[in-house]
T-cell receptor, first 111, second 114 residues
Framework: NAGVTQTPKFQVLKTGQSMTLQCAQD?????MSWYRQDPGMGLRLIHY???????DQGEVPNGYNVSRSTTEDFPLRLLSAAPSQTSVYFC??????????FGSGTRLTVV | AQSVTQLGSHVSVSEGALVLLRCNYS??????LFWYVQYPNQGLQLLLK??????LVKGINGFEAEFKKSETSFHLTKPSAHMSDAAEYFC????????????FGTGTRLKVLA
């Protein structure tokens, strides 16, 4: 099925560990983004990409890195996890006229 | 600059009652407006959108919203709530046509009482 696929769905990390959240889309959308969702704060943009090789910071980029080597993949890296990064992370792609397509999310807990 | 305010982080209605979820926006350019729904453990799905034209927009599952420029509002309604409508709802605004730069509201969690 066409859409945005995120892995893993759940993850528990210890403070200081690193990990990569994977995101892949098969719709050939140029624009992709990462959001975090926290209670009472809605969706906050972490990083986004308007095409392969191009990334930029969103509202809350600190502690996260991204790269976009292909149109399909947009991984999010946590270099040194902190409890403040406990959240639900959503990857999304965008196409003009269609709008956003969201993945099902990764629920991350940092202990 | 753009912003979205959703009034009420939690709303409870009885099954069969009217659903009204409030959204007010601020935008310096003609806005595009959206409502998204998020069911438990899922991503956001588009419920409906206003771009141009008719100000009353109909979406999926019997929801509709009306763009009122004079009130800078885009409230979401459904005449009769169903248990399956229990979810979190997000209002969003974007500016110049087709831009990916959406601003999302903080969400309203709808609870439907039997």
């Amino acid at each position: 099925n066409a859409g945005v696929t995120q892995t893993p769905k759940f993850q528990v990390l210890k403070t200081g560990q690193s990990m990569t959240l994977q995101c892949a889309q098969d719709m050939n959308h140029e624009y992709m983004s990462w959001y975090r969702q926290d209670p009472g704060m809605g969706l906050r943009l972490i990083h986004y990409s308007v095409g392969a090789g191009i990334t930029d910071q969103g509202e809350v980029p600190n502690g996260y890195n991204v790269s976009r080597s292909t149109t399909e993949d947009f991984p999010l890296r946590l270099l040194s996890a902190a409890p403040s990064q406990t959240s639900v992370y959503f990857c999304a792609s965008f196409l003009y006229g269609l709008g956003y397509t969201f993945g099902s999310g990764t629920r991350l807990t940092v202990v | 600059a753009q912003s979205v305010t959703q009034l009420g982080s939690h709303v409870s209605v009885s099954e069969g009652a009217l659903v009204l979820l409030r959204c007010n926006y601020s935008s310096s350019v003609p806005p595009y407006l959206f409502w998204y729904v998020q069911y438990p453990n899922q991503g956001l799905q588009l419920l409906l959108k206003y771009t141009t034209g008719a100000t009353l927009v109909k979406g999926i599952n019997g929801f509709e919203a009306e763009f009122k420029k004079s009130e800078t509002s885009f409230h979401l309604t459904k005449p009769s709530a169903h248990m399956s409508d229990a979810a979190e709802y997000f209002c969003a605004v974007s500016g110049t046509s087709g831009t990916y730069k959406y601003i999302f509201g903080t969400g309203t969690r709808l609870k439907v009482l039997a």
